[in-house]
């Protein structure tokens, strides 16, 4: 299972290489542990959202329902 962040079509650790630890709450147990996101890694993203923008406002609402459907289903 990938823990990184996903970022303009691609997985990577976050630029300060920060983590988080996920811990199941019924065992206290912890489960793994995750990047964790800073300003600067959430500035790219956005960057990267508006960049791919205009590809996604270009495909039919039809495609772009079930992409997010499938998405929801994951």
């Given at each position: 299972m990938?823990?990184?962040?996903?970022?303009?079509?691609?997985?990577?650790?976050?630029?300060?290489?920060?983590?988080?630890?996920v811990?199941?709450?019924?065992?206290?147990?912890?489960?793994?542990?995750?990047?964790?996101?800073?300003?600067?890694?959430?500035?790219l993203?956005?960057?990267?959202?508006?960049?791919?923008?205009?590809?996604?406002?270009?495909?039919?609402?039809?495609?772009?329902?079930?992409?997010?459907?499938?998405?929801?289903?994951?």
């Open positions: 990938e823990t990184g962040l996903y970022i303009n079509g691609e997985w990577r650790p976050s630029l300060d290489g920060a983590r988080i630890e811990i199941d709450p019924a065992t206290e147990e912890i489960i793994t542990d995750v990047a964790s996101a800073s300003k600067e890694d959430a500035l993203a956005v960057e990267a959202a508006h960049a791919a923008q205009p590809l996604w406002a270009a495909r039919p609402p039809r495609e772009r329902a079930e992409i997010l459907r499938r998405a929801f289903d994951l």
